[in-house]
């Protein structure tokens, strides 16, 4: 996949070392990295905002060394992956997670799907979590992921299906009826 031009030629200049056209691409990128460690750190903010000021200063060293084989999203995200690789504290428990959505959601609108969507989706294996997050929060394709986590194809796919199941079946209430 490759970059779209006007991109392609922000991280052209940023690899020459433009700060301004790197300051754009953060620009363009943190509000969606951010959103997403948010996700993979079940609702830490500040840690999932370290991973992403760490991710962005990976890539700033790293943007020389760039090909443009996958989408800078794409690579950017593998950097933030890289640097929760790294660090490897634990992460919240399920308990203290549903404390905070709860007192976040108590009057939004479709506020109990999304209690039971966060609560179905602590019961997945991390794997699986890291494959809907991915593919679907982050939306990248089935291969982008796979680049992200490390991991071959298959294994990929096989998380994605496996989480759906059990989803669907944590979520069966909030199916219609006939």
């Not at 991280?11 to 996700?39: E, T």
Request: glycine share 6%; net charge neutral; hydrophobic share 45%.
């Amino acid at each position: 996949m490759s970059l779209d031009p006007d991109e392609a030629r922000l991280v052209a200049r940023a690899a020459a070392g433009d700060r301004s056209a790197f300051a754009a691409l953060v620009q363009a990128h943190q509000g969606y990295l951010r959103k997403l460690m948010a996700r993979v750190c079940r609702g830490d903010q500040g840690r999932a905002d370290d991973l992403a000021q760490e991710a962005f200063i990976r890539a700033w060293r790293a943007l020389p060394g760039f090909r443009g084989e996958a989408r800078f999203r794409t690579w950017l995200t593998r950097l933030a992956y890289s640097a929760l690789s790294a660090e490897r504290p634990p992460l919240p428990t399920v308990d203290d997670a549903l404390t905070d959505l709860e007192a976040e959601s108590d009057f939004a609108p479709g506020s109990d799907l999304r209690l039971d969507l966060d609560r179905a989706m602590a019961t997945l294996s991390e794997a699986q979590r890291h494959a809907l997050l991915l593919c679907y929060d982050a939306d990248l394709s089935h291969s982008e992921a796979a680049q992200v986590l490390g991991w071959p194809l298959g294994t990929l796919k096989t998380q994605v299906l496996r989480a759906k199941a059990k989803l669907r079946i944590q979520l069966s209430a909030w199916e219609p009826t006939p």
